[in-house]
């Protein structure tokens, strides 16, 4: 079975523009969670997507966005990127919409903002 | 607002010897405690859980106490072996309130010395 996968590894932007990261959940998880990965902060949650509907969010304003296709993969943008954004984002799906104990994480993608 | 709290934030082990990591949380609804280990480039991986409804839980060389009175778990590695080092992050939900992800401690860098 194969597991989480995220699309670029590495992603280098400019202060100001957009980002776009990808995730693709294992087989049969309709459910995507992204998190960030700042350095010296741990994981901190960002989106739930559920049945390509955005279910809840965390602390994080709103220009963290993105979406869930048919298919169940997953989409986050960042828009008016700013330095504190660097981070590792990662994704995590799980297959009991809901539950925490089902999460498998993805590799991440590294964003970095100059 | 951090409600899980991690400690300590770098543990360096001998080879053989037993590696504590503690973990505080604030939030009573919690009742999933899993822990995860982290690779350099890879995500995250579930390591070991543990249910506020049994105070101990042991896989193989890693155990999980856990006292809920106090709002604390921790991580126990027995045997602690070179390929053991890694980020460790405890983490914690409502496994039925997944709406808002896993809360993550900040993690502890583990390195086991030959």
């Known amino acids: 079975e194969a597991g989480v996968t995220q699309s670029p590894t590495h992603l280098i932007k400019t202060r100001g523009q957009q980002a776009t990261l990808r995730c693709s959940p294992i087989?049969?998880?309709?459910?995507v969670y992204w998190y960030q990965q700042a350095l010296g902060l741990g994981l901190q949650f960002l989106l739930w997507y559920d049945e390509g509907e955005e279910r809840n969010r965390g602390n994080f304003p709103p220009r963290f966005s993105g979406r869930q296709f048919p298919n169940y993969s997953s989409e986050l943008n960042v828009n008016a990127l700013e330095l504190e954004d660097s981070a590792l984002y990662l994704c995590a799906s799980s297959r009991s919409p809901g539950r925490t104990d089902t999460q498998y994480f993805g590799p991440g993608t590294r964003l970095t903002v100059l | 607002q951090q409600q899980v709290k991690q400690s300590p934030q770098s543990l360096i082990v001998q080879k053989g010897g037993i590696s504590i990591i503690n973990c505080a949380y604030e939030n009573t609804a919690f009742d999933y405690f899993p822990w995860y280990q982290q690779f350099p480039g890879k995500g995250p991986a579930l390591l070991i859980a543990i249910r506020p409804d049994v105070s101990e839980k042991k896989e193989g060389r890693f155990t999980i106490s856990f006292n809920k009175s106090a709002k604390q778990f921790s991580l126990h590695i027995m045997d602690s072996q070179p390929g053991d080092s890694a980020t460790y992050f405890c983490a914690a939900s409502s496994i039925g309130g997944g709406a808002d992800g896993l809360t993550f401690g900040k993690g502890t860098h583990l390195i086991i010395q030959p």
């Open positions: 087989s049969g998880h309709t459910s």
